[in-house]
Structures are given as structure tokens and as C-alpha cells.
């Protein structure tokens, strides 16, 4: 266990090594505002106690800067950098949503058609269930129970996920409420397989990955070799850090499977704001607030959190399981944009990464 005057002595030196870092990666932030910015990322790195985080800035759809701080791998006393790898958690479903809307462009998925139109295997429910419902979380479909976040099984197959539960009722009549759940996002995973003819996996990465240069983006697998992957580590009551718990991700893929960088994060955002995935009508779309059938709104549109401070629009996607938090932030009126990936089970990330969008735009 790493107890907190240790980790906060070893913090502090990781953070003065990563200054150095910060020279090598083209910086077109102001001195000033990276001091800012990085005393910011000290502080609340301290305060949450999180061993490690990868950080990068988008301004004016370009990336602006990138950098890691503090430990990677506290055992072997790797230090995090831009490269590093973690679990995107659940960024990975506004990935799945820009890949089902980019078939709703090609007219090959009716957002509004029951999805056993393209997974004929789903069981029909006693009520029917659309695309669009799926990505606004309206479906109904359950979220996790139990033990399941901990699966250790490894799944092959994409559809083979379903089987947890698919043969379960909905919680409710779909349009009804909004009930989030991942479930519905590895069922949408399923619907583009059905529609593109291509795996899931196959399809993101020509259609998302390479568009948008994330060179680095892949499935999570436990036991595959994954270069510059983080370890990750959890919190006690007492607030020592613990390894973090083994958990399969391979069933849960487009709602919550991917790994890769901060820089290729900053990428997706760069790609999603400049229209090169979607059409500009479309990412309208994607960002408007969904409304149950009585007329009210969520605070989620097609893939991606949606909400307003000081009169800008946001627009987000946390992730959190076993191994990391993470946030993709985005503020469209300004083009900028802050990714900020960790190694730290249940890290709260929303104030530093408004706090880095503020100094950033001062």
C-alpha cells in the first residue's frame, strides 16, 4: 500500500521530473498559463491522492499541449506521460455514437427502427426499442448488477456479451425515463456490426480511428502486451492506495472497452468539432438535449453529456472502472477542449478540467 505522506513526497518529485517533459512536446501555451495549469493539476493531484494523469489542451481545434504527472506504475516507479495508456471507460460510448450516426448519414440505420433491424437476435421486449432511444439512454435496458462490473470472462464475440442481459425485461417502457446504462451501448456496438457488415472493432477503426489520426486507440485486453499501459489502483476508506481489481472489459467494448492516450482523445475531439467524422447538422444533433415522451429534457444527447456554465455550452463524457477516471470536456464555442485520463478509481476530474479550460481561455 502506498500511504499518503509517502505518495505526496513521491508526487512532488514526479511533478518537478515533468516539467522538462512539458519542452518536449510542441507547446504553443503561453509559459505563464502552463505554470497556471500545472499548479492546478498539482493541487488537485495531491487532494484527491491520485497516483497519475495524462493531460492534453485543444484550442482553436489544434493541440495545443500535453503532458504526464506523477506515477504511471507506482510498484516499478514509471512516470505518467502523454503517451501513457489507460481505459477510456466510458468515453468509449460518444465513439460508438459518432460510429452509429455516421451510418445514419450513409442511410444504413434508421435511428428510429427497432433494433432487432439490425441485431435479429436481440429477443423482441414488450416494447419495441430504437436506435435513438439506445443512444439517449431511453431504452430501458438494465445497467450493471451485482458482481458484473467485475466479470473476469473474456468474450470473442461482441454478440456473445448480450447474453448477460439480453433475456431480461426492460425497466420501463421505453421514452418513459432516463435510465443510463452501458448495456445499451454493447447493443448498439451489435447494431453496427448488423448495418456496416463489418465488426465493431473493424468499423471504428476505419471509419473513426484513421480519419482522425488516433493511432493509438485499440480494445483493452488483460492479456495482450500493451505498451505504456498504466497500472491502476483504488482508494481505501483510510485513503491508502490498493492494485486495482482484475476486470475483463472485452464484453463491454462500446460502452466501455477501449484504451488509448490523452493525445488521441484531444484527436477525437479535434475531429468530432471540425466536422471530419460527421456532418456539422449531425454533431447538432448528437448535442441536443433528448426528451421523454412527456416533454422532458435529460441532461444527455446522442452519445455525449451535455450541460451550460457561465453561458457556455458544454459538452462531455466521464469514464470510470476498475484501473482509471477518466473526461473528455469540451466547450464548442470556443474550440477548446481538455482530456484528462487517470490512473485512480473514483477520481472526481469535472473541476480541474474546468479549471484548465478557464485558465486556458483567460
Not at 154 to 164: A, C, F, N, P, Q
Not at 285 to 300: S, V
Amino acid at each position: 500500500m502506498i500511504r499518503r505522506p509517502l505518495f505526496h513526497l513521491v508526487l512532488f518529485f514526479l511533478l518537478l521530473a515533468s516539467v522538462p517533459l512539458a519542452a518536449q512536446n510542441l507547446t504553443t501555451l503561453p509559459a505563464a498559463t502552463i505554470e497556471k495549469i500545472e499548479q492546478a493539476i498539482s493541487t488537485e493531484m495531491s487532494r484527491q491522492n491520485i497516483p497519475g494523469m495524462s493531460v492534453a489542451i485543444v484550442t482553436d481545434h489544434r493541440l495545443r499541449w500535453s503532458n504526464g504527472y506523477g506515477l504511471a506504475d507506482l510498484e516499478n516507479f514509471v512516470p505518467a506521460k502523454a503517451a501513457t495508456v489507460y481505459r477510456l471507460g466510458s468515453i468509449s460510448k460518444p465513439i460508438t455514437a459518432v460510429a452509429v450516426m455516421q451510418l445514419v448519414e450513409r442511410g444504413k440505420i434508421n435511428l428510429d427502427a427497432p433494433v432487432q433491424k439490425y441485431v435479429p437476435s436481440f429477443p423482441q421486449k414488450q416494447w419495441p426499442i430504437t436506435t435513438r432511444q439506445l443512444l439517449g439512454h431511453l431504452a430501458g435496458i438494465r445497467h450493471y448488477r451485482g458482481d458484473e462490473i467485475n466479470i473476469t470472462r473474456h468474450y470473442d464475440k461482441l454478440v456473445d456479451g448480450l447474453d448477460i442481459f439480453k433475456n431480461d425485461p426492460l425497466l420501463h417502457e421505453p421514452g418513459t425515463r432516463y435510465s443510463y446504462t452501458t448495456y445499451g451501448y454493447n447493443l448498439l456496438g451489435c447494431v453496427i456490426e448488423g448495418a456496416s457488415g463489418m465488426s465493431y472493432m473493424d468499423y471504428v477503426r476505419e471509419n473513426i480511428f484513421k480519419p482522425a489520426e488516433m493511432n493509438r486507440m485499440r480494445e483493452d485486453n488483460l492479456f495482450e502486451i500493451i505498451p505504456n499501459r498504466a497500472q491502476g489502483y483504488r482508494k481505501t476508506q483510510s485513503g491508502e492506495l490498493r492494485n486495482s481489481g482484475l476486470a475483463d472489459t472485452s464484453y463491454k467494448i462500446p460502452g466501455g472497452g477501449l484504451c488509448s492516450t490523452v493525445e488521441d482523445l484531444a484527436k477525437f475531439a479535434i475531429a468530432v468539432q471540425t466536422g471530419a467524422l460527421v456532418k456539422k447538422e449531425t454533431l447538432e444533433q448528437m448535442w441536443t438535449r433528448q426528451k421523454t415522451r412527456d416533454g422532458q429534457e435529460t441532461a444527455y444527447g446522442l452519445g455525449w453529456a451535455l450541460g451550460e456554465r457561465n453561458g457556455r455550452k458544454e459538452v462531455s463524457h466521464s469514464g470510470g472502472q476498475q484501473r482509471v477516471s477518466t473526461l473528455l470536456y469540451m466547450l464548442p464555442g470556443t474550440a477548446a477542449a481538455v482530456a484528462l485520463m487517470s490512473n485512480l478509481e473514483g477520481a472526481r476530474l469535472m473541476q480541474l478540467a474546468r479549471q484548465i479550460a478557464d485558465i486556458t481561455l483567460q
